[in-house]
């Protein structure tokens, strides 16, 4: 009973630390779209520089683990998500490519640029519309998907996505308030200005139509009022601090403060659809893998995880401070 749940705990702290350590630079990607002058797309793309890749290997295993340690889950969730999946993939793919090549090719720089961007905007976007799907319940029969593919392109998914891309862009424009000098630091405060009323907007529908499209979540609201009224006060109390500290300084509080509203909302989920790995559909202990798989995965998990937090902090050490304007090689 207990390996079942630390491993669920590991994969919810993995796709925690993936959402907001690579949320921000899909945010920053993002907002490249925005952003004309040439100069500060590169000091954007210098402060992600340092650590955006080492971000995406949490990714890798919050994966790993729901199929060695729920390859029941693991079953039914693919075949649902294939497709915003691999569209996910894909992005993150050309995401990494666009990255090297803006640095090589210069006088297509700006097109890739415009690559870097699309990829993070879809791979946010793809990322909402797997939260939405689980979210509004994936049609399971036994231990199998019955449902569509396409049930993901449904109007909640699309909210859902919506949302998720704002938080991003959130996260992003603290980010580089936070790194960024001059003329980048008003980017990412007018930036603040628009997205974070936006995402509040889109948090709040998305949580007024969950009720009606997945009762499950009316439920367990029932059951955890305090909890998640606590989570939700958290939210609105970050959201504050943000808002209020767009003009003023330390530059780092809007970020802290991104964080925090970002992570009680990533809390508030896991509250929400507890004890279930497949969302109102399968629970944990019914999708988990034998005692041996669970053994097997947890162990690998022991000794790579603080690698993979001692490189991230240590990354982070040595790049601390304001980007460079002419980036850190300069």
């Given at each position: 009973?207990?390996?079942?749940?630390?491993?669920?705990?590991?994969?919810?702290?993995?796709?925690?630390?993936?959402?907001?350590?690579?949320?921000?630079?899909?945010?920053?990607?993002?907002?490249?779209?925005?952003?004309?002058?040439?100069?500060?797309?590169?000091?954007?793309?210098?402060?992600?520089?340092?650590?955006?890749?080492?971000?995406?290997?949490?990714?890798?295993?919050?994966?790993?683990?729901?199929?060695?340690?729920?390859?029941?889950?693991?079953?039914?969730?693919?075949?649902?998500?294939?497709?915003?999946?691999?569209?996910?993939?894909?992005?993150?793919?050309?995401?990494?490519?666009?990255?090297?090549?803006?640095?090589?090719?210069?006088?297509?720089?700006?097109?890739?640029?415009?690559?870097?961007?699309?990829?993070?905007?879809?791979?946010?976007?793809?990322?909402?519309?797997?939260?939405?799907?689980?979210?509004?319940?994936?049609?399971?029969?036994?231990?199998?998907?019955?449902?569509?593919?396409?049930?993901?392109?449904?109007?909640?998914?699309?909210?859902?996505?919506?949302?998720?891309?704002?938080?991003?862009?959130?996260?992003?424009?603290?980010?580089?308030?936070?790194?960024?000098?001059?003329?980048?630091?008003?980017?990412?405060?007018?930036?603040?200005?628009?997205?974070?009323?936006?995402?509040?907007?889109?948090?709040?529908?998305?949580?007024?139509?969950?009720?009606?499209?997945?009762?499950?979540?009316?439920?367990?609201?029932?059951?955890?009022t305090v909890v998640l009224a606590t989570l939700s006060g958290i939210m609105i109390v970050a959201a504050f601090v943000i808002f209020a500290g767009i003009n003023k300084r330390p530059d780092a509080r809007p970020f802290a403060a991104s964080l925090a509203m970002v992570a009680a909302g990533i809390v508030g989920l896991a509250v929400l659809v507890f004890p279930d790995i497949v969302p109102f559909r399968v629970s944990l202990w019914d999708a988990s893998a034998s005692r041996l798989s669970q053994i097997f995965v947890l162990?690998?998990?022991?000794?790579?995880?603080?690698?993979?937090?001692?490189?991230?902090?240590?990354?982070?050490?040595?790049?601390?401070?304001?980007?460079?304007?002419?980036?850190?090689?300069?």
């Open positions: 009973m207990i390996l079942p749940m630390i491993s669920a705990c590991f994969t919810a702290l993995s796709v925690t630390l993936y959402v907001l350590l690579d949320g921000f630079d899909l945010g920053v990607g993002a907002l490249l779209l925005l952003q004309p002058h040439e100069r500060s797309r590169d000091h954007m793309v210098d402060s992600i520089t340092p650590t955006w890749d080492g971000n995406e290997t949490w990714l890798i295993m919050t994966g790993v683990t729901l199929l060695a340690a729920f390859p029941i889950a693991y079953g039914i969730l693919m075949p649902a998500l294939y497709l915003p999946i691999i569209v996910m993939l894909l992005a993150l793919g050309l995401r990494g490519v666009s990255f090297e090549f803006r640095v090589q090719a210069i006088q297509y720089r700006r097109k890739w640029d415009l690559v870097f961007a699309l990829g993070s905007i879809v791979a946010a976007f793809m990322q909402g519309l797997i939260l939405g799907d689980l979210l509004q319940g994936i049609s399971v029969e036994g231990i199998t998907f019955n449902g569509s593919v396409l049930d993901c392109f449904r109007p909640f998914p699309l909210l859902c996505a919506v949302c998720v891309l704002a938080g991003y862009v959130v996260l992003g424009a603290s980010w580089l308030k936070f790194k960024a000098t001059d003329q980048l630091r008003k980017f990412a405060e007018r930036t603040l200005r628009v997205a974070l009323p936006l995402f509040l907007a889109a948090f709040i529908a998305v949580g007024w139509f969950s009720f009606a499209v997945q009762p499950g979540i009316f439920v367990a609201w029932q059951a955890h162990t690998g998990a022991a000794f790579v995880s603080p690698v993979v937090l001692g490189y991230s902090f240590f990354a982070y050490w040595v790049f601390r401070g304001k980007t460079p304007q002419k980036g850190w090689d300069g």
